[in-house]
């Protein structure tokens, strides 16, 4: 199968100084909680995004010196020759896919913790550290400048020797960067060649770049990351400091690689942006420059793709997340089945794995970061070893998933689904608006089991016991799922809240089926993800007066992780929601809720129409038990397993629950005990680690 003509544009080699990309898809760099901590399971994971078609595959962030460490953040470095064997893995793993490799050097400057290290912090100018930890990073003398810039020269050279094709300087993501910080006035206020006017702020960018350029620039194509707003107005980088930066930069890197800042507005959320979100910030940048430019936006749809190509916003198609979500975007477009591209959501689960130093998951894309360690492969399965049929019970996002894989590897399937429609709490959740874009989790996996012939599926279909036994499958995934608790049971709570006026307690269900709801009403978060700040936003863009309330610091904190936090905050405190954090539910009465301090017992009572507790879920298990109450009668039907799955088995993120499905599909008849689970990398015999000179 070939591409549709007008995707044909989408596989035009790219000149990028001395190499050349075999097509515009360009992975740009990307963390992924994996980096020099687990090698092989980020080389993996690269090698796949190659194998998948991406042309240029990209590291995360390398930090260059021991001055800029992060720990516990697991990233990439590059301080001495110790630590080419983990790149050589990554580089290799590429290659074998014709994609070329790029490699993204960063000093972090304030932007660090050094608990390794435990060195002093290097910034523009003397100033606190972003770790709040009452350290303060000192301001860079000559001496420091001058040792940066062979930092940076060694680590291009040794870029080089590990077999990078591109080589990044990064000035980009805000406060994340020393370079970025040397451009800003509120990082830098030096007062010697380095620090005032525009072009002394930009002098450091200009020597690292030239630099590098002449350290490997015969050799390796020189990329610069640069942010190009920081949407903080005048205070920050903004578009007339940008476009002189841009301007007087414009030929001496190779590529332009910009997006806007800080992280959480360049991977902006699906709640809060759409595909392309960046394009009036960034599109300046290819009528300053001859050099080609790549640009990141959340891109899944080859359309929007070759109209940021064909109106010059863009030479090369940037992704990191729809990367993740499908590493083999670009093979599907190629092959014509741009209809079975897996896109993205935009939830940024991916982010947490940075953020809580873990490898990376996707919530659309199971075999993110199992690549190595289970040997899971995005697009291949091994095929069933016998003629089973399976029935699978529930259509949520784990029956789904499960009923997917399932049929790739050849099983005849049945999907049972008791409400009208596919879905589960996907299709609940996404009722809501700023999270319509979820919905992509089971349109995808609807739209593919459609295409198979091994799959019947049967909505309006609640099953009992009895009917599963009938319908003689020889394995039943129950994959029956969860709903909310009302009893207030959740992180904070361990007992339920007794007394509670049941037409004054809304179950989080309510809400999403669109059921009328009248006047003042508290959502209640001992959760601490999103559903809760969510129903606070629709209820408020609804009319309705809310206050949101958790024991908790602060509202939806998990979302720190997946950079939605400072979004909801914002949205809500738009909206003129009242938040209350720190404070529990002590009691609930007609038409008022008594709360108390979480650390000093102080109660204060609100009145409120109703309250929406969203604190915990409760498996629905019934069928489960059912079947687990006769299992005498399963040989009868031909029944060998009965197996729950997902929410169903344990409540957790929608991420989990595809996972769930995934692995019950891969694991069904094979054998699975501790030690297949996943591999460790602890085995320094066959992997050379090095020791590492003193330094
Ligand atoms: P998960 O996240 O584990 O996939 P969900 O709650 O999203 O779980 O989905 C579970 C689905 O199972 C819901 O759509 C629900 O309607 C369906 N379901 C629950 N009980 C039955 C049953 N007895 N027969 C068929 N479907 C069921
Ligand atoms: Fe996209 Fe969510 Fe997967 Fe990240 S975790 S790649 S945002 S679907």
Not at 163 to 181: C, E, P, S
Not at 287 to 307: A, I, L, N
Not at 323 to 343: H, M, T, V, W, Y
Not at 445 to 466: F, I, K, P
Request: hydrophobic share 35%.
């Amino acid at each position: 199968m070939s591409p549709d003509e007008n995707h044909k544009i989408l596989f035009e080699p790219v000149k990028i100084g001395p190499k050349t990309t075999k097509n515009r898809f360009y992975q740009v760099p990307h963390c992924n909680g994996m980096g020099h901590r687990w090698p092989r399971t980020m080389a993996e994971m690269r090698g796949v995004k190659a194998e998948g078609g991406w042309a240029v595959v990209c590291t995360e962030e390398c930090s260059i010196h021991p001055t800029s460490d992060l720990t516990p953040a697991t990233l990439m470095r590059l301080w001495d020759d110790s630590d080419l064997p983990v790149h050589e893995l990554m580089v290799n793993k590429v290659h074998e896919h014709d994609a070329l490799a790029g490699i993204q050097l960063v000093h972090n400057g304030l932007s660090v913790s050094n608990y390794l290290s435990r060195m002093p912090a290097l910034a523009p100018s003397a100033a606190p550290t972003e770790t709040s930890n009452s350290t303060q990073a000192r301001g860079m003398d000559k001496s420091d400048i001058k040792a940066l810039r062979g930092w940076f020269r060694d680590a291009a050279l040794r870029s080089r020797r590990a077999g990078y094709d591109i080589i990044y300087v990064y000035a980009a993501h805000g406060i994340m960067t020393l370079l970025f910080q040397f451009l800003l006035k509120r990082f830098n206020q030096r007062t010697d060649e380095y620090g005032g006017n525009l072009t002394n702020r930009v002098r450091l960018l200009r020597e690292v770049l030239e630099d590098t350029k002449d350290a490997v620039g015969h050799d390796c194509a020189i990329a610069l990351r640069f942010a190009v707003d920081e949407l903080l107005g005048e205070d920050g980088m903004n578009k007339a400091e940008a476009q002189d930066i841009v301007g007087s930069l414009a030929e001496l890197p190779d590529l332009w690689d910009v997006n806007v800042a800080d992280w959480g507005n360049d991977s902006l959320p699906s709640r809060f942006g759409t595909e392309g979100s960046q394009e009036e910030y960034i599109k300046f940048v290819k009528q300053t420059t001859s050099k080609p430019v790549v640009g990141v936006g959340r891109f899944t749809s080859p359309d929007t793709m070759v109209s940021q190509i064909k109106r010059g916003v863009l030479d090369l198609i940037g992704a990191a997340r729809p990367s993740i979500a499908d590493p083999f975007l670009p093979n599907k477009i190629q092959q014509g089945r741009s209809d079975e591209i897996r896109e993205c959501i935009g939830c940024n689960m991916c982010t947490s794995g940075d953020f809580v130093a873990y490898p990376m998951r996707c919530t659309q894309n199971p075999t993110m970061g199992e690549e190595w360690r289970k040997g899971w492969h995005p697009e291949k399965i091994s095929k069933a070893a016998s003629n089973d049929s399976v029935l699978v019970v529930g259509g949520g996002p784990s029956g789904l998933e499960a009923a997917l894989a399932l049929s790739n590897r050849g099983y005849d399937v049945t999907l049972s689904e008791a409400a009208s429609e596919l879905g589960g709490r996907v299709l609940q959740e996404t009722s809501l608006k700023p999270l319509a874009e979820w919905k992509r989790v089971s349109d995808h996996r609807t739209y593919m089991l459609s295409t198979r012939s091994n799959v019947e599926t049967y909505v309006d279909s609640a099953l009992t016991a009895e009917q599963v036994l009938e319908l003689g499958c020889t394995h039943v995934a129950i994959a029956t799922g969860a709903r909310w608790q009302t009893n207030f049971i959740g992180a904070h709570h361990r007992q339920p809240i007794l007394g509670a006026p049941p037409e004054m307690v809304l179950a989080p269900e309510t809400i999403l089926s669109g059921s009328a709801v009248s006047g003042k009403v508290m959502v209640y978060d001992d959760d601490h993800y999103y559903l809760a700040s969510a129903i606070a936003e629709h209820l408020a863009e609804a009319g309705h007066e809310v206050v949101l309330v958790t024991p908790d610091a602060d509202i939806a904190s998990w979302t720190h992780n997946t950079l939605e936090n400072a979004h909801i905050q914002t949205r809500l405190r738009e909206l003129g929601v009242a938040i209350i954090c720190n404070h529990a539910v002590k009691s609930v009465k007609q038409k008022s809720v008594t709360l108390a301090c979480v650390y000093i017992g102080a109660e204060t009572t609100v009145g409120v129409d109703a309250i929406v507790p969203v604190t915990s879920r409760k498996s629905t298990d019934g069928l489960y038990s059912e079947l687990m109450e006769i299992p005498q009668q399963w040989s009868d039907h031909g029944v060998q397993s009965v197996t729950r799955i997902g929410d169903s088995f344990a409540p957790g993120t929608i991420a989990m629950a595809v996972y769930s499905g995934h692995a019950y599909a891969r694991n069904l008849n094979t054998p699975t005990d501790y030690h297949t689970l996943f591999k460790r990398e602890n085995d320094f015999d066959t992997h050379k680690f090095l020791e590492s000179p003193r330094i």
